[in-house]
């Protein structure tokens, strides 16, 4: 079984900055892709920034500039580095990670998801 926690959400005035982190714990072997994503209230949950095992990563429009995704492999963690924060990137953030896994000769994926940490940007 995995767990993914999160922590680092809060409330902050417009402008500021944040640092969400996000660790993997359990029976890990290894991990691929690891994300965030954030859902506001009566909205769609969305990817906000996500990094490959590699170290590669991808973000969304809306936090492009304003947002550093980075891992710590050994740790199974990731973190998220917010800055000029605004009210619209108020939401519920949550982690994903993705495992690889092996039936025979097929390979498939499988996610887990934390259980969300709350920003709140005031104006």
């Known amino acids: 079984q995995v767990q993914l926690v999160e922590s680092g959400g809060g409330l902050v005035q417009a402008g500021g900055s944040l640092i969400l982190s996000c660790a993997a714990a359990?029976?890990?072997?290894?991990?691929?892709?690891m994300g965030w994503y954030r859902q506001a209230p009566g909205k769609q949950r969305e990817l906000v920034a996500d990094i490959t095992s590699g170290g590669s990563a991808n973000y969304s429009d809306s936090v492009k500039g304003r947002c550093t995704i980075s891992r710590d492999n050994a740790k199974n963690t990731i973190y998220l580095h917010m800055s000029s924060l605004k009210p619209e990137d108020t939401a519920v953030y949550y982690c994903?990670?993705?495992?690889?896994?092996?039936?025979?000769?097929?390979?498939?994926?499988?996610?887990?998801w934390g259980q969300g940490t709350q920003v709140t940007v005031t104006s």
């Open positions: 359990g029976n890990i072997r290894s991990i691929n892709a």
């Open positions: 994903r990670a993705d495992f690889p896994a092996q039936i025979g000769a097929t390979k498939y994926e499988y996610d887990y």
